[in-house]
């Protein structure tokens, strides 16, 4: 090994795992650099140790430690306004299990009657042909109807259960759609195929705003008017 | 109680601490800043030559350090040499805006660098209390790259790969640069004791300490 291989291939530690360590024992100036080397090396080392009481004054890590809490303050803060965040897709699933909520409490007007008319049996826009039984209620004054109309003789069906309509009451006729699965109850006929179709009916308020009576709207040949 | 909490922090890995201070643990951020804070301190104070200057570039390290993006990465070094690259380049723009570092930069002076004259041994002044404060004197009158590697490997005891991490540049360039580093400390001790030696590399410079 050259002096300049020795020297560049010099490990950071000692020399005792360095194969450069016989190169001293043959070279007297290199050994002598050595020696000088590990003599700058102690006298640095008591430079470092003078050195170790300079720190860095107590403010200094008073004003990071007031850093730290007011950061951590901060993420507090934003944690919990990420956590609100969080449940933002609430709205849109609520709305949606009230749609579901509604279509099962129709099936239930339907089925047990004296329960409020929900809001998915909403007013049908467009009037759609009606049955001969249908035109005579459709000719009651305005949306409303007499009880001989939703009578024994009519196409109305009384809701399961509900309250007798008084002789003096008003009631009122609404038209809605419903899907036949919500019908089942009046005797529709329902398959896999057709449950989610809608069909046409009218119901029968009381002023109490529940549903007495309610009638299939069919189409002239008797079959079930749906919603298109 | 304080103590003892201190004491169980002691123990702890710097990597253990950092992690429970991105949970938000105040106990673990103390911990590592008084762990670390007196290296930084000490390489600022020496780097600048202001311990004003060294107080805001500790606080500015330690302040990066509680950034979520600080960039930490202990796949690439220690945590140790992260804070020392980030002390380093505070500093440098610290000098930048004062331009208070020694005029003694130039690669002609490395090329003029003197091999190790042995005249009169300094190094034997080296166990008396004004031979450590002559070497001290020297570390802090050298060029600024040969300074911040001997602050780095010989004061402050980091190894050259993490040095290397610090000051940006391959392992063999902190070699070298230490060995050129000690070679300017040893012929500034032999001027110290003979100044009708100063001759060579060594040129007046304006030193703010």
Not at chain 1, 40 to 63: D, F, I, T
Not at chain 1, 183 to 192: D, K, P, Q, Y
Not at chain 2, 117 to 122: E, L, Q, S, Y
Request: glycine share 6%.
């Amino acid at each position: 090994m050259t002096c300049v291989e020795f020297w560049n291939h010099l490990p950071e530690g000692g020399l005792e795992a360095s194969p450069g360590a016989g190169h001293l024992a043959e070279c007297a100036a290199c050994a002598a650099r050595w020696d000088r080397q590990q003599a700058l090396k102690a006298g640095l080392r008591l430079v470092s140790a003078g050195m170790r009481g300079e720190e860095a004054p107590p403010r200094v890590e008073a004003g990071l430690v007031a850093a730290f809490r007011s950061q951590a303050r901060f993420k507090r803060r934003r944690a919990a306004s990420y956590s609100w965040r969080s449940f933002s897709w609430w709205p849109p699933v609520l709305t949606g299990a009230s749609a579901a909520a509604a279509t099962v409490v129709l099936a239930m007007v339907l089925m047990h009657g004296s329960h409020p008319v929900p809001a998915s049996m909403a007013p049908v826009s467009t009037p759609h042909r009606m049955a001969p039984a249908a035109l005579e209620s459709a000719d009651a004054p305005a949306d409303r109807v007499d009880e001989d109309s939703y009578g024994p003789d009519s196409d109305f069906i009384p809701v399961p259960n509900a309250a007798r309509i008084e002789p003096n009451e008003d009631v009122h006729l609404v038209r809605v759609e419903a899907t036949r699965s919500a019908m089942m109850a009046l005797g529709i006929v329902v398959s896999a195929e057709n449950a989610s179709d809608t069909v046409v009916a009218d119901v029968v308020l009381g002023s109490d705003g529940m549903a007495r009576a309610v009638r299939l709207v069919t189409n002239g040949d008797g079959s079930l008017l749906e919603e298109e | 109680m304080i103590k003892r909490e201190m004491a169980h922090e002691s123990t702890k890995t710097d990597d253990e601490l950092l992690a429970r201070l991105r949970r938000g643990d105040e106990a673990a951020f103390v911990a590592l800043y008084r762990r670390r804070q007196g290296a930084i301190y000490r390489f600022a104070v020496h780097m600048s030559g202001s311990t004003t200057a060294a107080e805001d570039i500790t606080q500015e390290v330690f302040l990066a350090l509680l950034r979520q993006e600080c960039g930490f990465d202990p796949e690439r070094g220690t945590l140790s040499g992260y804070l020392f690259g980030i002390a380093r380049k505070l500093v440098l723009r610290n000098l930048e805006r004062g331009r208070a570092d020694v005029a003694l930069e130039t690669e002609a002076d490395d090329a003029a660098m003197p091999e190790l004259a042995v005249i009169d041994d300094p190094l034997m002044d080296l166990t008396r209390r004004e031979g450590i404060e002559a070497l001290r004197r020297a570390v802090m009158a050298l060029p600024r790259r040969y300074r911040e590697v001997v602050l780095l490997c010989d004061l402050e005891e980091l190894d050259y790969a993490d040095a290397a991490v610090v000051l940006q540049c391959p392992i063999g360039t902190v070699r070298s640069r230490m060995h050129r580093a000690r070679a300017l400390l040893f012929e500034k001790l032999n001027q110290d004791r003979n100044p009708r030696l100063a001759v060579g590399p060594w040129k007046p410079m304006r030193v703010a300490i």
